[in-house]
């Protein structure tokens, strides 16, 4: 099994949803975050002070699925995702060593 983390833009978080949902992957977990990458933020001027936003907010989605979705689930977020601006956001892919249901103590491939 696989674990995809993708952070994306706020605005592009429906699209990506539904992108997967079309796949056939309703488990998901989508939060709220803020951070920043290589673009560091912006400089920002409210009521003639100028101030830095250097965390920047983001959607973050986690989704674990089994190996043979991986590819398609990962070029679905990125059809979805890309804006083809700076911030569009980033893809982490990494390994689950088991999932359990805590309901029913199913394991493996069958608890996700």
Do not use: C, W
């Amino acid at each position: 099994m696989k674990k995809i983390e993708a952070i994306v833009q706020p605005s592009r978080m429906e699209s990506v949803k539904e992108a997967l949902v079309e796949l056939g992957i309703s488990g998901m977990t989508i939060s709220e975050v803020r951070g920043h990458g290589r673009q560091k933020g912006h400089t920002e001027v409210y009521r003639g002070n100028e101030y830095t936003v250097d965390l920047l907010p983001k959607m973050k989605f986690e989704i674990v699925l089994p190996d043979a979705m991986l590819d398609t689930a990962i070029e679905a977020i990125l059809r979805s995702a890309k804006t083809g601006k700076i911030g569009d956001g980033k893809i982490f892919v990494s390994t689950v060593e088991d999932a359990i249901r805590i309901r029913n103590l199913e394991r493996g491939e069958k608890a996700i």
